[in-house]
């Protein structure tokens, strides 16, 4: 079961905000149906049809296909229905019964949009990305609910402390990696829908991601494949860089090669010393991770393979 005394605890000894908390809250009665399939005639028709014998009005839809013939299906619809909640249950179970098995679904979701995300962020010394979120979150930018910040340094406590989110300290050394891991696992794992590493700089474990029970996104502070690892800024610098960049992607096994979900770049000057590379480069980290926490919270980031498709 999961831990969740720890997060309570931690909520009691939270300031009260000096400002409103909570975001802005979605129209009502708005959901949404994602599906993932083989591409094949009469999908969307199959799909629509479903939702209009469920009283359900289509606001929005997006498609993709990786090719009429053999591809990969990709579909996005928002979709308005009276008194949503109480016909979620039956139309997802009726969804089930009459489409998935018919065209081969793989990968589907029918959700209430008004709902919102419960995340969890993990961040080590860095503040610039975890405070861009917890601010986006506050005045309604992001579909969000934080629930707890979790990190292997103490220097954000106070920060965090301000919005009223719990923040939870777990020291990591190479030593206490796996036990480390453990405890935040305790914490994470049942309780949310996402991690966010926003600058979190340890490494996670395969047994870590295996484990966690939702997505986790990161963010990388370069534009990739280029100048991984560590001191990118002095790196670039030393090359001459005219452009640097920013990934957010999904976290795998393999270090920073997960499906990506956004990236940008920004222009330096030759005489940008590598204070201001920094400087700017926060920028676009904080531009671009904001864009993919967004972008999953809305169910607009479908998986596939080590890809993805994106209804931006």
Not at 126 to 133: G, I, Q, R, T
Request: net charge neutral; aromatic share 6%; with cysteine.
């Amino acid at each position: 079961m999961p831990d969740r005394a720890l997060i309570d605890a931690e909520k009691h000894r939270q300031p009260s905000p000096v400002w409103p908390r909570g975001a802005v809250p979605a129209r009502s009665d708005l959901g949404r149906l994602t599906v993932q399939c083989a591409d094949r005639p009469g999908i969307v028709a199959a799909v629509s049809q479903f939702l209009t014998d469920h009283e359900a009005n289509i606001v929005e839809s997006d498609q993709a296909t990786t090719g009429p013939v053999g591809g990969q299906f990709f579909l996005r619809m928002t979709f308005h229905r009276p008194h949503l909640q109480a016909h979620l249950d039956d139309m997802t179970k009726d969804f089930a019964k009459a489409l998935v098995e018919k065209f081969e679904v793989t990968e589907w979701s029918l959700c209430d949009a008004s709902t919102p995300k419960r995340v969890a962020i993990m961040v080590s010394k860095h503040d610039h990305c975890l405070l861009d979120l917890l601010w986006r979150a506050r005045r309604g930018e992001l579909p969000v609910d934080i629930g707890l910040v979790v990190s292997n340094h103490a220097d954000l406590a106070s920060g965090v402390r301000t919005f009223g989110v719990p923040f939870v300290h777990t020291p990591v050394t190479r030593d206490t990696k796996p036990e480390a891991e453990a405890r935040q696992l305790q914490l994470l794992r049942g309780n949310f829908d996402l991690v966010v590493l926003a600058r979190y700089m340890q490494i996670l474990s395969a047994g870590f991601l295996d484990s966690v029970g939702c997505p986790v996104i990161n963010i990388h502070h370069s534009f990739l494949p280029a100048f991984a690892g560590a001191g990118p800024y002095e790196r670039a610098k030393e090359r001459g860089v005219k452009l640097i960049g920013a990934t957010a992607h999904y976290a795998t096994e393999e270090l920073d090669e997960g499906p990506i979900i956004e990236q940008d770049v920004v222009r330096v000057r030759h005489s940008d010393d590598i204070a201001a590379l920094k400087r700017r480069g926060a920028d676009v980290e904080r531009l671009v991770l904001s864009r993919a926490v967004l972008w999953h919270c809305e169910d607009r980031v479908l998986r596939h393979g080590n890809s993805t498709v994106v209804f931006s």
